[in-house]
C-alpha cells in the first residue's frame, strides 16, 4: 500500500530578515505540518511579529526560502501569498472603522457572492454580529474588533491562519470565545495555525507544541500539552 506524503503546510529554511539595516531573524528554520498548531513564544522584541510579517511578505528576505503547502513563496506578493490561503490577524487590528462589519467581513473573500455561504458557519462563533452588519466597524469594542479580526480571517477558509497576539487586552470570556473558534476550525477544516502569543496558558491549550525564539533565533521547542510546559516556557521568559 502506497503512503501519500504531503509538505509542510508551512516551511521555513535559513531564513533572515528584518527593517532596512537592521537585521531581526537570523537564518531561521522551522517546519509546520499540516493541521498543526504552534505556539511561537518569546520575550517582547525578539522578532515574532517579525517572523509572521515575513511569511506574509511585508518584508523582504536577505536570505533563505519560504515554502507554502510545497509551493516557493519566497519573493511572492503579499497579495499572492493571501490568495493562496494564508490569513494574517495582525496585533495592529488593521480593521477599516468606516466601513461596515459586512464589508469588513467580505474582504477576507475571494468574491463577494461567497458571504452568505461563509458567514452562515462563521456567525454561530460569533453570534454578536449576527443582527450588526451595517454597524461600522469602528463603533465596536476593543473585544468585538478582535472578534470581527478572526471572524475576516476565518471567512477565507484559509490553509494557514497567521495569529498575532489575538488575546491582548481582552476579556476572559472573550478569549474563550476566540479559543473555542480557533479549535472548531482547525477539527472542521484541518487548519494550520501559527500563534504569536504572550498570553502562554492559552497559547498552549491552543497548539501541539511551542517554539521559543530570541533575538532572531529558535532556541528551544517542546509538546503544549506535556506536565511542565507552561513552567518550561516561563523559564525561557524569565531569563
Same mark, same amino acid.
Request: aromatic content about 6%.
Given at each position: 500500500m502506497s503512503v501519500t506524503t504531503f509538505p509542510p503546510a508551512l516551511a521555513l529554511h535559513g531564513v533572515t530578515s528584518g527593517y532596512? =539595516? %537592521? !537585521? !531581526?531573524?537570523?537564518?531561521?528554520?522551522?517546519?509546520?505540518?499540516? =493541521?498543526?498548531? !504552534?505556539?511561537?513564544?518569546?520575550?517582547? =522584541?525578539?522578532?515574532? %511579529?517579525?517572523?509572521?510579517? *515575513?511569511?506574509? =511578505?511585508?518584508?523582504?528576505?536577505?536570505?533563505? *526560502?519560504?515554502?507554502?503547502n510545497g509551493e516557493n513563496i519566497t519573493r511572492q506578493s503579499t497579495h499572492h501569498i493571501a490568495r493562496q490561503g494564508v490569513a494574517y490577524a495582525a496585533q495592529e487590528q488593521p480593521l477599516f472603522a468606516d466601513l461596515s462589519i459586512r464589508d469588513n467581513l467580505r474582504l477576507g473573500l475571494p468574491r463577494a457572492s461567497l458571504f452568505e455561504e461563509r458567514f452562515a458557519t462563521v456567525e454561530p462563533l460569533f453570534p454578536v454580529f449576527g443582527s450588526r452588519l451595517a454597524q461600522h466597524a469602528g463603533t465596536l469594542s476593543g473585544g468585538e474588533q478582535k472578534m470581527l479580526l478572526l471572524a475576516r480571517a476565518l471567512m477565507a477558509r484559509p490553509s494557514v491562519i497567521l495569529l498575532d497576539e489575538i488575546t491582548e487586552g481582552l476579556q476572559p470570556s472573550v478569549i474563550d470565545r476566540l479559543a473555542q473558534a480557533l479549535l472548531r476550525e482547525r477539527d472542521q477544516h484541518g487548519t494550520t495555525l501559527l500563534v504569536v502569543e504572550q498570553n502562554v496558558p492559552f497559547a498552549l491549550q491552543l497548539t501541539d507544541r511551542y517554539l521559543i525564539l530570541k533575538q532572531g533565533e529558535l532556541i528551544d521547542e517542546g509538546e503544549s500539552r506535556v506536565d511542565g510546559a507552561i513552567d518550561a516556557v516561563y523559564r525561557h521568559l524569565r531569563v
Amino acid at each position: 500500500m502506497s503512503v501519500t506524503t504531503f509538505p509542510p503546510a508551512l516551511a521555513l529554511h535559513g531564513v533572515t530578515s528584518g527593517y532596512r =539595516g %537592521s !537585521v !531581526v531573524l537570523r537564518d531561521l528554520t522551522l517546519r509546520i505540518h499540516r =493541521g498543526e498548531a !504552534v505556539a511561537l513564544l518569546g520575550k517582547n =522584541g525578539m522578532g515574532k %511579529s517579525t517572523l509572521l510579517k *515575513t511569511v506574509m =511578505g511585508f518584508l523582504n528576505k536577505q536570505a533563505g *526560502t519560504i515554502h507554502l503547502n510545497g509551493e516557493n513563496i519566497t519573493r511572492q506578493s503579499t497579495h499572492h501569498i493571501a490568495r493562496q490561503g494564508v490569513a494574517y490577524a495582525a496585533q495592529e487590528q488593521p480593521l477599516f472603522a468606516d466601513l461596515s462589519i459586512r464589508d469588513n467581513l467580505r474582504l477576507g473573500l475571494p468574491r463577494a457572492s461567497l458571504f452568505e455561504e461563509r458567514f452562515a458557519t462563521v456567525e454561530p462563533l460569533f453570534p454578536v454580529f449576527g443582527s450588526r452588519l451595517a454597524q461600522h466597524a469602528g463603533t465596536l469594542s476593543g473585544g468585538e474588533q478582535k472578534m470581527l479580526l478572526l471572524a475576516r480571517a476565518l471567512m477565507a477558509r484559509p490553509s494557514v491562519i497567521l495569529l498575532d497576539e489575538i488575546t491582548e487586552g481582552l476579556q476572559p470570556s472573550v478569549i474563550d470565545r476566540l479559543a473555542q473558534a480557533l479549535l472548531r476550525e482547525r477539527d472542521q477544516h484541518g487548519t494550520t495555525l501559527l500563534v504569536v502569543e504572550q498570553n502562554v496558558p492559552f497559547a498552549l491549550q491552543l497548539t501541539d507544541r511551542y517554539l521559543i525564539l530570541k533575538q532572531g533565533e529558535l532556541i528551544d521547542e517542546g509538546e503544549s500539552r506535556v506536565d511542565g510546559a507552561i513552567d518550561a516556557v516561563y523559564r525561557h521568559l524569565r531569563v
